[in-house]
């Protein structure tokens, strides 16, 4: 039966006369322009019901509420099928939406099926209801011969109708967004062909008649509005058939009244929506909104932002009591126009915060393995509640307190406010959407400051803070408490276990830049979950081969960002993408990829190692550095040469190629010092250090890192072997054996003394400019590289003077530095050693 029949045969039932019209097709449900989401006029004043007929006995009256109810029934069945039609592509568009090809953007997606999945629970949940009643009484009806006005008036459904209207307030956000939905729908479906396919042939099975109705996903997004008004319809038709002392009578006059009162609030909304119009033409509309801690007078609150088209509001989020509605109360707000943005991230956190921090996520991790184990158990639900609930209240202490991106917002009236958030990737959304608007030079309209906030309930995108305990919905009922407690339930597809993320090279800068990797990880918040590659010196193509490690729990996507870093400016995100984590496809075994991020390509390379995860601890500290055996360091960083050696190297070309006697003037003490202490504890701080240090201390932190390394770069063993080798005469000879004994050496003292020689090689080119040859090189380096053995520890005395050593240790460098064939350096160990390299564009 399709919906134009429908209509035709409830209205004859009505005694209403109805014109034979044409068929009807879903399209022709869209008649007025630009998809306006006015409801009809209120029933009652269109269509002329007759009052409750004096004509008609009790027992008619009560079956033509019987007949009324049946219809409704059916009609429910109907709407339950066209919403589930609606809703059945969205798991697969969800899926789709983490890939580097989505269909819809999460974005789109929020804003297609927004409200859409609540609505479904909330005419299944009255539909149940009201078939069991109808059940019921058709049974007693058949089985006990009753007499039938009795049997009539102990048939109640008022109190479904009133709990339904209650909630009737879900219409109000999917009426709002309405607009906005059809608007992505038409837009993708020109734009996507993939979409198109699908928005032009939603089918739906036809109950027990086994036909398929075909609908367009514009035509499906149309049901509620219709809907919302024909539930109105419908009670008004079951009140004039109730007599006035049955049971319902009252509650269903109080369902209508609410009914009533919601359409008409809409309508009036709509219309006051459409006179709050910006100087240019363009409407006031909700663009982004979602969770953020708001810094005054260095107190943490969190708070709920919401993004206009011509202004920020903030405000502060209440929960619902038992009967009563979400709330919001105003904060502040600012106009778009002239906005200034800035943000910066913390360096340090204090270690009263640490220690808070590993506090809560260790009470958390705790919790949620309760939870894991009461989920089990579901004699247990009264219990499990109790600690969603402690779980819920310490995430949200988390929330609070672990961001560290400060975003600063400044405006032209003088007011500023700070953001904070955990996320770079959701900051950038944020200060995104933002520019996007200011370029347009809006001006605003003042806000009615009242009734902006009082409508976030119903325009609201995001629900609730992000918590992982908490359910969709926040009801405490048993049921919302026992699909809550399913969460934790192991999932196949998320990760648990260690993520190892190595960060090799970028390309596509469009000039040499400073740039550093930031990638973050989803999932519980029991772990640190965001790290950072140390900067990169200027280049077109920067290298780092940096590994960095993630224990995971929950985790689904990766977000990856690339960032430039300018002094004196703020750091500048360059692009940015999301990778969905597929634990099928990841194993102990590096996966290469390429990600497209805007126009920068970043190469890096996955492994994953599933395994049950110890309870968090204190932040890991990175192990020193110096005075450390150089097979350690590298093991330590993933790399063959270690990160402090090729950050000196890297800045000294970028600055010191020229500087007169460079390795040979020793920089500052002091300022060797604090480098020196800064790469034992922190790499991206050294290297930030690194950066704006003076050259001679960058080159003087190189030369004590090979100073103090417990054995030499050459290890001591060789001392004798290479001291022998210069008596070869044939200079030829004598390389080739130089070269076949450093074959015995541990790859990674292998691998950095060649990084380091051509260095020193491509330093001795502007010899005519910083007056240091290869000899004068190698008097410098020798010392420190090659050692002869300490007599008692275990090596064969090897007895020269100190003047014979000095010389062994600077002709053997010499002579590497003269060989033309020296090896290249491999940096870092092989990270591709599964199939070739994946592309992905996203």
Excluded at 107 to 125: A, C, G, K
Excluded at 187 to 193: A, E, I, L, V
């Amino acid at each position: 039966m399709d919906i134009y029949q429908d209509a035709v045969e409830y209205l004859e039932l009505q005694q209403i006369p109805v014109e034979a019209e044409a068929d009807v097709l879903e399209e022709d449900v869209f008649q007025e322009e630009g998809g306006s989401c006015f409801l009809s006029p209120l029933p009652g004043d269109t269509i002329d019901l007759p009052d409750t007929p004096t004509l008609f006995t009790p027992e008619e009256l009560l079956e033509k509420r019987l007949v009324v109810l049946k219809g409704m029934l059916e009609s429910e069945e109907v709407y339950l099928r066209e919403l589930e039609t609606l809703l059945m592509p969205m798991k697969a568009l969800w899926a789709s939406a983490g890939t580097s090809q989505p269909v819809l953007s999460s974005r789109q997606l929020q804003t297609v099926f927004y409200q859409v999945p609540e609505l479904r629970d909330l005419h299944q949940s009255f539909y149940s209801g009201l078939k069991a009643r109808l059940s019921a009484h058709c049974q007693t009806d058949l089985g006990e011969e009753k007499d039938i006005t009795q049997a009539g008036h102990e048939l109640t459904v008022g109190d479904l109708f009133l709990k339904m209207v209650n909630q009737i307030g879900l219409y109000g956000g999917f009426i709002q967004n309405y607009e906005d939905a059809v608007q992505v729908v038409r837009k993708c479906t020109q734009s996507d062909p993939r979409f198109r396919t699908l928005a032009e042939s939603m089918m739906s099975n036809n109950g027990a008649e086994k036909a398929r109705t075909k609908y367009t996903f514009e035509a499906l997004l149309y049901k509620p509005l219709d809907r919302v008004t024909k539930t109105t319809l419908i009670l008004l038709d079951l009140l004039k058939t109730t007599p006035v002392e049955h049971k319902d009578y009252v509650a269903l006059q109080e369902a209508l009244r609410l009914s009533r009162s919601f359409l008409a609030g809409v309508n009036e909304s709509s219309q006051s929506k459409r006179e709050v119009t910006l100087s240019h033409g363009m409407r006031r509309q909700l663009m982004r909104d979602g969770f953020v801690v708001d810094v005054s007078e260095l107190d943490r609150s969190l708070r709920h932002l919401f993004l206009y088209t011509d202004l920020l509001l903030c405000t502060r989020f209440k929960h619902a009591t038992r009967g009563k509605q979400d709330q919001y109360r105003f904060c502040w707000y600012l106009p778009l126009a002239g906005l200034k943005l800035r943000w910066t991230a913390d360096q340090e956190r204090s270690s009263d915060t640490l220690l808070r921090l590993q506090t809560i996520r260790s009470k958390m991790y705790l919790l949620q393995q309760q939870l894991k184990q009461q989920a089990k158990v579901s004699r247990v639900l009264a219990m499990a509640a109790r600690s969603r609930k402690k779980l819920e209240q310490m995430e949200l202490m988390l929330l609070t307190h672990s961001p560290i991106y400060r975003l600063e917002l400044h405006s032209p009236s003088g007011k500023s406010h700070t953001l904070l958030l955990s996320s770079l990737y959701e900051l950038e959304e944020w200060r995104e959407a933002i520019l996007k608007l200011t370029t347009d030079n809006i001006e605003t309209v003042p806000p009615d400051l009242l009734t902006l906030t009082s409508s976030c309930v119903k325009l609201r995108m995001t629900q609730q803070p992000p918590l992982h305990s908490s359910s969709s919905n926040s009801s405490t009922s048993s049921s919302s408490s026992s699909s809550s407690t399913t969460s934790f339930v192991e999932d196949e597809e998320s990760l648990c276990g260690t993520l190892s993320v190595a960060i090799h090279s970028a390309s596509g800068l469009q000039q040499p830049t400073s740039v550093y990797v930031c990638v973050e990880v989803d999932g519980y918040e029991f772990y640190d979950k965001q790290a950072q590659t140390h900067s990169s010196v200027l280049s077109l193509c920067p290298h780092w081969d940096q590994e960095l490690s993630f224990q995971v729990d929950g985790a689904q996507n990766m977000r990856v960002l690339c960032v430039s870093q300018s002094d004196g400016q703020d750091d500048t995100v360059l692009g940015k993408t999301t990778l969905k984590l597929d634990s099928k496809t990841l194993n102990k075994r590096w996966r290469r990829q390429t990600l497209q991020l805007g126009q920068v390509e970043v190469t890096l390379s996955l492994k994953y190692s599933p395994h049950p995860l110890e309870p968090p601890g204190s932040p890991a500290q990175q192990q020193p550095v110096f005075c450390v055996p150089i097979e350690t360091v590298a093991q330590q960083e993933g790399v063959l040469v270690p990160h402090v050696v090729r950050c000196c190297v890297e800045e000294v070309e970028r600055r010191g190629m020229e500087e007169v006697g460079i390795y040979r003037i020793s920089g500052t003490t002091s300022e060797i010092a604090m480098l020196k202490a800064a790469f034992n504890s922190n790499l991206r701080e050294a290297v930030t250090r690194l950066r704006s240090a003076e050259v001679n201390a960058v080159s003087g932190v190189l030369k004590l890192y090979f100073r103090e390394l417990p054995e030499p770069l050459i290890p001591a063993e060789l001392f004798q072997s290479l001291a022998r080798t210069l008596d070869i005469q044939d200079f030829n000879s004598r390389l080739v054996s130089m070269l076949s004994l450093l074959q015995n050496c541990p790859d990674p003292n292998r691998h950095t003394f060649f990084y380091l020689m051509h260095h020193l090689r491509r330093i001795s080119e502007k010899q005519h400019i910083n007056k240091m040859s290869l000899l004068n090189l190698a008097t410098v380096f020798g010392p420190s590289l090659l050692r002869p053995p300490v007599a008692g520890l275990g090596h064969d005395a090897f007895v020269v003077d100190i003047s014979q050593e000095v010389v062994v240790q600077v002709q053997v460098v010499f002579c590497y530095l003269q060989c033309n064939n020296l090896p290249e350096a491999q940096i870092a160990l092989p990270h591709d050693t599964d199939a070739e390299d994946e592309t992905s564009h996203t």
